[in-house]
Nanobody, 116 residues
Framework: QLQLVATGGGLVQPGGSLRLSCVAS????????IFWLRQTPGKEREGVAC????????VYLDSVPGRFTISRGNDLKTVYLQMTDLKLVDTAVYYC?????????WGQGTRVTVSS
């Protein structure tokens, strides 16, 4: 059974950086497409970035290319979301999601607050 833990959130000033980690236990992530999504109160969860299982296909939400980078760790159990030049609008709870066929796993979310 795959379990995901998302960490790395916190309070940061506008223009700052954070690196989120999505760490798997039980199963490695190399068989899964991995998504980072975020959600703010009153809004639907939105996709931020996605990396395919081989890492050869990466997609970003329109507002984040050049600021966010999704990548896989060499340990095959971690996927990162490096976030730079953070803006107030990036404030949200960030979730990682692993998908393979009909299998769909979620991490618990990590809160990112961008505030001066």
């Amino acid at each position: 059974q795959l379990q995901l833990v998302a960490t790395g959130g916190g309070l940061v000033q506008p223009g700052g950086s954070l690196r989120l980690s999505c760490v798997a236990s039980g199963v490695s992530l190399d068989a899964f497409d991995i998504f980072w999504l975020r959600q703010t109160p009153g809004k639907e969860r939105e996709g931020v970035a996605c990396i395919s299982r081989r890492g050869d296909n990466i997609v970003y939400l329109d507002s984040v290319p050049g600021r966010f980078t999704i990548s896989r760790g060499n340990d095959l159990k971690t996927v990162y979301l490096q976030m730079t030049d953070l803006k107030l609008v990036d404030t949200a709870v960030y979730y990682c999601n692993a998908v393979h066929g009909g299998l769909n796993y979620w991490g618990q979310g990590t809160r990112v607050t961008v505030s001066s």
